[in-house]
């Protein structure tokens, strides 16, 4: 093969090709378009995964920022079902029935754990939560949510079925704005240091302080009587009685029938007393009981 080359000098140059030399000039450019095409898709691809990359980067801080509010608010979900459990073991003793069967309990609160690792896991940096163990913790507080339910439900229904003594039921704290001082069971008694045990819950306050009347009932006797100084004792019915001592002002009489949350007297320190104070006892069928076992709503503050 021939290729004429005009020259500036007007000359014309011969040049000759073999078929095998112009076969590997064109394998050269071949190879040549195909480096720098590969060099332009690499350069492309490279840009594509960077900016993927920085993409799937902000999506995984953003999915980590998700989990850890999650992870947040099922704790907070957790803190608040504890609470539930322990107003539903109150509720329980206030309506006389059973506490929840510990094993049913268990099965709420534990359960089987996620042996299996989350795929989501992969893709969360070392040291952060784990989806596998969020998932535990959202199967365990649907669980808790589930038992509270049920258990609400048996609350409801005694509750409904039994509302009369309930009503006769004492359940509140006597007083606003005091403090526990002497509870019940053995203590040194503030006059002749001798060991003696304590019938009741001393509610420290200062003078005038209304008292209220912790259920439905009629007052047994409202008078001054020993140590107790001026005393108020109330029947509930269905076995309840309480008493209230200490008292400066009495505003019922004997027969009188009160409500739950009925101011009865004021804050005393009356009796044998060192300090101004309200002095309260429950007791069932004639039997003194801890006080604190029967406040499941309260006033102090």
């Given at each position: 093969?021939?290729l004429?080359?005009?020259?500036?000098?007007?000359?014309?140059?011969?040049?000759?090709?073999?078929?095998?030399?112009?076969?590997?000039?064109?394998?050269?450019?071949?190879?040549?378009?195909?480096?720098?095409?590969?060099?332009?898709?690499?350069?492309?691809?490279?840009?594509?995964?960077?900016?993927?990359?920085?993409?799937?980067k902000?999506?995984?801080?953003?999915?980590?920022?998700?989990?850890?509010?999650?992870?947040?608010?099922?704790?907070?979900?957790?803190?608040?079902?504890?609470?539930?459990?322990?107003?539903?073991?109150?509720?329980?003793?206030?309506?006389?029935?059973?506490?929840?069967?510990?094993?049913?309990?268990?099965?709420?609160?534990?359960?089987?754990?996620y042996?299996?690792?989350?795929?989501?896991?992969?893709?969360?940096p070392?040291?952060?939560?784990?989806?596998?163990?969020?998932?535990?913790?959202?199967?365990?507080?649907?669980?808790?949510?589930?038992?509270?339910?049920?258990?609400?439900?048996?609350?409801?229904?005694?509750?409904?079925?039994?509302?009369?003594?309930?009503?006769?039921?004492?359940?509140?704290?006597?007083?606003?704005?005091?403090?526990?001082?002497?509870?019940?069971?053995?203590?040194?008694?503030?006059?002749?240091?001798?060991?003696?045990?304590?019938?009741?819950?001393?509610?420290?306050?200062?003078?005038?302080?209304?008292?209220?009347?912790?259920?439905?009932?009629?007052v047994?006797?409202?008078?001054?009587?020993?140590?107790?100084?001026?005393?108020?004792?109330?029947?509930?019915?269905?076995?309840?009685?309480?008493?209230?001592?200490h008292?400066?002002?009495?505003?019922?009489?004997?027969?009188?029938?009160?409500?739950?949350?009925?101011?009865?007297?004021?804050?005393?320190?009356?009796?044998?007393?060192?300090?101004s104070?309200?002095?309260?006892?429950?007791?069932?069928?004639?039997?003194?009981?801890?006080?604190?076992?029967?406040?499941?709503?309260?006033?102090?503050?």
């Amino acid at each position: 093969m021939k290729l004429l080359i005009l020259q500036e000098d007007s000359e014309i140059k011969e040049v000759s090709f073999t078929k095998r030399r112009l076969l590997l000039i064109v394998v050269a450019c071949l190879f040549l378009g195909a480096g720098l095409l590969y060099l332009t898709l690499d350069t492309v691809t490279n840009t594509m995964y960077q900016v993927k990359l920085k993409h799937v980067k902000e999506n995984n801080t953003r999915l980590v920022s998700l989990l850890h509010r999650l992870q947040t608010r099922i704790d907070t979900l957790e803190v608040n079902l504890t609470g539930l459990q322990s107003q539903d073991a109150a509720i329980r003793t206030y309506a006389d029935l059973p506490q929840m069967d510990k094993d049913i309990m268990q099965l709420g609160i534990g359960g089987r754990r996620y042996d299996k690792t989350s795929e989501l896991d992969f893709l969360i940096p070392s040291g952060d939560t784990r989806v596998s163990s969020l998932l535990f913790d959202i199967d365990r507080v649907a669980r808790m949510v589930k038992l509270e339910r049920l258990s609400y439900e048996k609350l409801y229904t005694a509750f409904k079925n039994n509302s009369a003594e309930i009503e006769a039921t004492p359940s509140i704290i006597p007083v606003h704005n005091g403090y526990f001082t002497d509870g019940f069971g053995w203590r040194r008694d503030p006059f002749n240091h001798e060991n003696r045990f304590h019938y009741g819950q001393d509610i420290a306050s200062r003078k005038g302080i209304p008292v209220y009347a912790t259920a439905d009932g009629q007052v047994l006797y409202a008078k001054r009587r020993g140590g107790f100084g001026l005393v108020i004792a109330i029947d509930h019915g269905y076995g309840y009685e309480t008493l209230y001592g200490h008292l400066s002002v009495m505003d019922v009489r004997a027969g009188d029938q009160v409500t739950r949350g009925q101011k009865i007297a004021e804050v005393g320190n009356t009796g044998r007393s060192t300090a101004s104070h309200l002095h309260y006892e429950v007791h069932v069928d004639d039997m003194p009981q801890n006080p604190l076992n029967y406040f499941f709503s309260g006033y102090l503050e």
